[in-house]
């Protein structure tokens, strides 16, 4: 599975200078933002269209998934 190049937008980029100043590793960065880019496939919709109620569902979906793969 390759890199694909994601276009730096400003929120992105943004993103990027915060934790960067916060000065956290490279893997965590990438880390949060590929947790940011899975958000807002989920919706189709880019990040800054997204909101606490799409949070709140996003999370209720994840938690039944990992609730339904761990069985009874």
Do not use: W
């Not at 992105?12 to 490279?26: F, G, I, K, M, W």
């Not at 947790?35 to 919709?45: D, G, M, N, T, W």
């Not at 109620?53 to 069985?71: D, F, K, M, V």
């Amino acid at each position: 599975m390759g890199h694909q190049e994601v276009p730096v937008t400003h929120l992105r980029q943004a993103t990027l200078d915060e934790l960067q100043r916060r000065n956290y590793a490279t893997t965590t960065v990438q880390y949060y933002i590929q947790a940011v880019e899975r958000f807002a496939k989920h919706f189709h919709r880019p990040p800054d269209q997204l909101n606490q109620t799409h949070l709140r569902e996003y999370q209720g979906t994840r938690c039944a998934i990992g609730n339904s793969s761990r069985g009874p």
